[in-house]
C-alpha cells in the first residue's frame, strides 16, 4: 500500500460547479498536511496548508480527518484555470521531515 | 514568487555524457531537495540536504550524486548519463524548522539518448 494515495481522476467539472477529493495516508503519526497544485509540464506550487481544525482560502477548502486519515479539498465554483493535478503532501513520521507526494488528482473544468 | 533557479530547462544529450544539473536558491533556505518525475506520475525524492557539507539519499535509488558546498547551490551529478536517466528533474527547497512548505524551481527536463 502507497503511503499516500489519491484517485487520479480526472475529474471532469463543468465551470461553476464544486468538486471535491480525498487524500487518504496511511503513516498515523504524520504530522503536516498540504495540498500542491502542479500545471502541465510545470513544478508543482503550494496551494494551502491544512490544519486540524480545517482551513479556507477562498473558493479552496482543505480539511483533516485524523481518525480516518484521510485530507479533502473541495474547490467551490470551479473556473476553467483551475484545471490542474492536486497533490496531497504528507510529512512522514512524527520527526516532521521528509514529505511524501500523492500520485496527484487531476481536474479539468469545462464550460 | 520563490526565487529558486534551475538550469538548463530543457538538456538533450548522448548516452555516456557527463552532465550537471544546475540548482541556485537566494531565499537563505537551509534545506533543499532533489525530486525525479515522469509524466503523469507522482515525484520521487531523490536526495536533500539539511545544510552546507549534510547530503543524504532519498526514496528513489539513482545514480546521480549532489553536493552541497554552499548553502544556496545544490548540483546535481550524472557521471554517465543512460536512457533510463531520462525523467524531469526538480529542485526545491524549504526553511529549516518551517512548516516544510516546499519552494520549487521550474525543473530540467533531461532527455538522454
Known amino acids: 500500500r502507497k503511503e499516500v494515495e489519491q484517485d487520479p481522476g480526472p475529474f471532469n467539472v463543468p465551470e461553476g460547479a464544486t468538486v471535491a477529493f480525498n487524500c487518504t495516508y496511511s503513516?498515523?503519526?504524520?504530522?503536516?498536511f498540504f495540498w500542491y497544485r502542479q500545471d502541465c509540464r510545470k513544478e508543482p506550487k503550494l496551494l494551502m496548508s491544512?490544519?486540524?481544525s480545517g482551513n479556507e482560502d477562498g473558493r479552496f477548502t482543505a480539511q483533516l480527518n485524523r481518525a480516518s486519515q484521510y485530507i479533502s479539498l473541495l474547490i467551490r465554483d470551479s473556473k476553467l484555470s483551475d484545471s490542474a493535478t492536486y497533490l496531497c503532501?504528507?510529512?512522514?513520521?512524527?520527526?516532521?521531515?521528509?514529505?511524501?507526494f500523492g500520485g496527484g488528482t487531476r481536474v479539468l473544468v469545462k464550460p | 514568487e520563490a526565487d529558486i533557479y534551475q538550469t538548463p530547462r530543457y538538456l538533450v544529450i548522448g548516452t555516456g555524457k557527463k552532465i550537471t544539473l544546475e540548482c541556485s536558491q537566494t531565499m537563505g533556505h537551509d534545506k533543499m531537495y532533489w525530486y525525479q518525475q515522469d509524466p503523469g506520475m507522482e515525484l520521487h525524492l531523490i536526495h536533500y540536504s539539511y545544510g552546507v557539507n549534510s547530503t543524504e539519499k532519498g526514496d528513489l535509488s539513482s545514480e546521480s550524486t549532489v553536493s552541497r558546498i554552499r548553502t544556496e547551490h545544490f548540483p546535481l551529478t550524472l557521471e554517465s548519463a543512460r536512457p533510463s536517466h531520462t525523467s524531469q528533474y526538480l529542485c526545491?527547497?524549504?526553511?529549516?524548522?518551517?512548516?516544510?512548505?516546499?519552494?520549487f524551481g521550474s525543473g530540467t527536463q533531461l532527455s538522454v539518448l
Open positions: 503532501v504528507v510529512t512522514r513520521g512524527a520527526a516532521g521531515n521528509k514529505l511524501t
Open positions: 503513516n498515523s503519526a504524520s504530522q503536516s
Open positions: 491544512v490544519y486540524s
Open positions: 526545491a527547497s524549504s526553511e529549516r524548522g518551517g512548516d516544510e512548505k516546499l519552494f
